[in-house]
């Protein structure tokens, strides 16, 4: 049996290995013309600010994929010869497959505005985007990022330490306000506006400006407001990279269509990842997550079914973790930016500005957290929200939840102060 996957990101690697060690004798390729070994996407930024080397991303040693016999193809996959089970590739001819993973991820999100093809202008997904990206910043002295959210921020310190001046252009009244409540959004506002970063609100991306030799030399808003610049960020977020598939008979919606096994509409053929599109059962919204931890554990059941087993994918309890600068941000379970029927919210923020806590109950019974600039253990919160434990207990607990380093500043009494405040 040979089961093949496309991409060599979280998703597909951790998948490949899940399924070779239920299947220690099937043959097991993976397929990326991206890189020759998988590395740790969320480290482009520390490559490109030189904390980290592109050697110390890769989780696994070089010789790791020769020991567990994973076969890794550097090439591109150009199509999907669903009658005869092979894939197309760009240099190497065909690769036939019994059973075939899509996991080819996300791409940056483009609108079709004028310009936005020009030398200097990119996003942020990948490794081409960052060699791309050390030759756009040398004849860079000023950058328009257009949109926010966590790639945008990431591109915003990036090219702030090589002292590039930064402009945010965003459509959004506040700061990732689209995803956060605006108590947390507030604190990222004054974040970025003390690290010297320019943002600019409620205002859209008109076109990019050539500067007759290809390259970007301005931008244009809604407002025929022109910002010079000599470099564009495009990271209005992403969307599911289902390029390869739109030419087959594999069904897709914003995503490769799924169930909950990631089977696709043809036998054999499977999805997971930032690429998948997982179909409500109930007939509610379909379900396309795009982060780091869910990559993974979609991939981890990818690699099961792969393998034979009668298993399903339990998104479970929602988390996700970023951080704005030096500003850190943990969320577990699933708080929208503004408060949802039967929710009761509870919010205490540091004079500061620096730290926050908000808890979301409902019927008495925590649903959610936000971290502002706290660490919060995850075992923990996970447990809270999964025991239905009262906000009441959580409040009388929850110093338990706190990760921060030995010597950090506490404010649990504080906080629970005004939040049980609040609750009376």
């Not at 890794?72 to 993973?101: E, F, S």
């Not at 506040?174 to 947390?184: F, G, K, Q, R, V």
């Not at 003390?194 to 030399?217: A, M, R």
Request: aromatic share 10%.
């Amino acid at each position: 049996m040979r089961a093949v996957i496309i991409g060599n990101g979280v998703t597909g690697v951790t998948a490949a290995t899940r399924l070779r060690q239920l299947q220690p004798d099937w043959k097991v390729s993976l397929v990326s013309g991206e890189s020759a070994f998988h590395y740790s996407r969320p480290a482009l930024m520390y490559i490109f600010m030189g904390h980290m080397t592109y050697e110390a991303t890769k989780p696994f040693e070089d010789s790791f994929w020769r020991d567990q016999r994973l076969d890794l193809v550097r090439d591109w996959v150009t199509g999907i010869d669903i009658d005869d089970r092979q894939l197309v590739l760009h240099r190497n001819g065909r690769l036939p497959y019994d059973r075939l993973l899509i996991a080819t991820g996300a791409k940056s999100n483009k609108f079709g505005w004028p310009g936005q093809d020009l030398d200097g202008v990119q996003g942020l997904y990948n490794l081409k985007d960052l060699h791309q990206l050390y030759k756009n910043a040398e004849r860079a002295s000023h950058a328009v990022i257009v949109g926010g959210g966590l790639i945008g921020i990431e591109l915003a310190e990036m090219l702030h330490s090589r002292h590039i001046h930064v402009t945010f252009l965003i459509r959004e009244p506040s700061y990732w306000c689209n995803i956060l409540p605006m108590e947390e959004s507030g604190m990222l506002n004054r974040m970025i506006e003390e690290q010297g970063i320019g943002l600019i609100k409620e205002t859209n991306l008109k076109e990019i400006v050539d500067d007759g030799t290809g390259k970007v030399e301005a931008v244009i808003t809604e407002f025929d407001d022109r910002i010079d610049c000599q470099l564009v960020g495009l990271t209005p977020g992403v969307s599911p990279n289902t390029d390869l598939v739109k030419s087959t008979p594999i069904e897709t919606g914003r995503g490769v269509l799924v169930d909950n096994a990631f089977r696709t509409n043809i036998p054999d053929i499977y999805a997971a990842g930032d690429c998948a599109e997982i179909v409500s059962r109930n007939g509610g919204r379909n379900l396309i997550q795009q982060v780091w931890y869910t990559g993974k554990k979609q991939g981890e059941v990818a690699g099961e079914v792969l393998a034979g087993q009668d298993t399903e994918y339990d998104p479970g309890i929602w988390y996700n973790s970023a951080k704005f600068f030096d500003l850190e941000y943990q969320t577990y379970g699933m708080i929208l930016n503004t408060p949802q029927p039967g929710e009761r919210h509870l919010f205490w923020e540091h004079p500061s500005h620096r730290h926050a806590v908000r808890v979301v109950g409902v019927d008495g019974c925590i649903k959610a957290f936000n971290f502002m600039g706290i660490r919060a253990r995850h075992e923990v919160c996970e447990r809270w929200i999964a025991e239905r434990r009262t906000v009441e207990y959580v409040l009388d607990h929850l110093e338990e939840a706190n990760f921060d380093p030995e010597f950090f500043v506490r404010h649990e009494s504080e906080i629970v102060r005004s939040l049980k405040e609040q609750l009376a």
